[in-house]
T-cell receptor, first 114, second 113 residues
Framework: DVKVTQSSRYLVKRTGEKVFLECVQD?????MFWYRQDPGLGLRLIYF???????EKGDIPEGYSVSREKKERFSLILESASTNQTSMYLC?????????????FGPGTRLTVL | AQSVTQLGSHVSVSEGALVLLRCNYS??????LFWYVQYPNQGLQLLLK??????LVKGINGFEAEFKKSETSFHLTKPSAHMSDAAEYFC???????????FGTGTSLTVIP
């Protein structure tokens, strides 16, 4: 089975801190995605990556950056955390093409910024 | 551009009753459609998907969905609700494999004993 893991389930940070959220997948997927999930808003795409060292902005990239140095790892970075970035963050991965084109999700990181 | 509308942010059904969760999509090209389920404090798990072929798609846990192009709909159904079905359900659309998914805002399903 595909496994997507996220470094923390719960995280509490202070305003202005630099925050790293790590995601690792073990199925050699080309695509990786970062979403944030907020009540009533569903999932909103922050950034995604089709390949190592490649990144594309999603719908809400402001205040975030990403890094993909290895195929299996995709990091989300909050350069200076703010309270409005308190949210659930979900990482996902998928194949670039083919029948198994669904996205596989990690368990999520619930981030609280105080 | 694609988008998804899920009618009803909260749905309650009695145990044993029919579950119907509605999803309408907007897409300028033939869509790929997905339903995901999220249990409390967990990530999303794929329930079923439509890519091509048969328009009635069966998924896990007894769920199924029918792609209706004329209605731009992909409603999720289950004949008999179980307590374990209580969760958040998300509909998603994309225009081709590997591309960005567009998710609906979700429907929270409550099952009443």
């Amino acid at each position: 089975d595909v496994k997507v893991t996220q470094s923390s389930r719960y995280l509490v940070k202070r305003t202005g801190e630099k925050v790293f959220l790590e995601c690792v997948q073990d199925m050699d997927h080309e695509n990786m995605f970062w979403y944030r999930q907020d009540p009533g808003l569903g999932l909103r795409l922050i950034y995604f990556s089709y390949d190592v060292k490649m990144k594309e902005k999603g719908d809400i990239p402001e205040g975030y950056s990403v890094s993909r140095e290895k195929k299996e790892r995709f990091s989300l970075i909050l350069e200076s955390a703010s309270t409005n970035q308190t949210s659930m963050y979900l990482c996902a991965s998928s194949l670039l093409a083919g029948a198994r084109n669904e996205q596989f999700f990690g368990p999520g990181t619930r981030l609280t910024v105080l | 551009a694609q988008s998804v509308t899920q009618l009803g942010s909260h749905v309650s059904v009695s145990e044993g009753a029919l579950v119907l969760l509605r999803c309408n999509y907007s897409s300028s090209v033939p869509p790929y459609l997905f339903w995901y389920v999220q249990y409390p404090n967990q990530g999303l798990q794929l329930l079923l998907k439509y890519t091509t072929g048969a328009t009635l798609v069966k998924g896990i846990n007894g769920f199924e969905a029918e792609f209706k192009k004329s209605e731009t709909s992909f409603h999720l159904t289950k004949p008999s609700a179980h307590m374990s079905d209580a969760a958040e359900y998300f509909c998603a659309v994309t225009d081709q494999p590997g591309n960005q998914f567009y998710f609906g805002t979700g429907t929270s399903l409550t099952v009443i004993p």
